[in-house]
């Protein structure tokens, strides 16, 4: 067998149909501004804590939207809650209630209440 030096990646497709979407569905009962989100990248760039971590608020909300829960309960915790990114949304979205209500929802889903 020759090496060609690359290698097949492991199939990466999101099963939306079996995703858990209770952190979402949670978090658009509270706040409906979490479904107007355009995904432009604000938020990323502004970001105090993307500036020390890897955290990456528009990475956290793709997350939800797919379901993919463990990814989201790594994630949130690197958040600073300092605003940047609200006082710089194009859509006005507010984005500190809305980390404080996915906060609580991945409490409430541990405590198997959602």
Known sequence: MIDFGYNISSD???DLDNSDMRIA???RKIEPT???CLSCGTCTTTCSAGN???FNPRKLYTLIKRGQVSE???EIEKCMLCGKCQLLCPRGINTRHIILNIQ???E???K???
């Open 12 to 14: 990466r497709q999101i």
């Open 25 to 27: 569905n949670f978090v």
């Open 34 to 36: 979490f479904g107007t």
């Open 52 to 54: 020390f971590t890897d």
């Open 72 to 74: 989201v309960k790594n």
């Open 104 to 106: 609580k929802a991945i």
């Open 108 to 110: 409430k889903l541990e």
């Open 112 to 114: 198997n209440e959602i």
